[in-house]
């Protein structure tokens, strides 16, 4: 999200260049993370479709703590809140669970996959 330049025009040029610049790489790290989430997500979507076939749950707590075990050390190490990292994993496992029960309901009453 980019906020608005009111009030900056006593800034120097030279940083206004550099703030631009700064700005732009984070959009451009924004939309790598959107389209790394995509890819994410159309695996997981496999993955609720192979539980639901295979009658698995749609979450796996065990896992889920390897992955928060994981994610938090790979955190420490890029020098990123792991409270954070964790957080951030939490909310995108709570989607996916979502998905995997929805697939598990259309699997189990012979609906087609829908898009929520």
């Known amino acids: 999200m980019t906020t608005s330049n009111t009030g900056t025009g006593d800034v120097d040029p030279a940083v206004r260049e550099e703030l ?4 732009d790489s984070i ?6 993370v959107v389209h790394m989430l995509a890819e994410r997500f159309k695996c997981t979507q496999q993955v ?3 539980k639901a076939e295979h009658q698995l749950p749609p979450a796996d707590p065990a896992r889920e703590a390897r992955q928060i075990a994981r994610l938090r050390a790979l955190a420490e190490d890029a020098k990123l809140d792991p ?3 964790e957080k951030f994993l939490n909310f995108i496992v ?3 669970i979502r998905h995997h029960e929805r697939i598990a309901e259309e699997a189990l009453n ?4 829908g898009h929520d």
């Open 48 to 50: 609720g479709h192979l």
């Open 27 to 32: 959009d451009n790290i924004d939309a790598a």
């Open 83 to 85: 409270a954070f990292a």
């Open 110 to 113: 012979g609906t087609a996959p």
């Open 20 to 23: 631009a610049r700064l700005r």
């Open 94 to 96: 709570a989607e996916v």
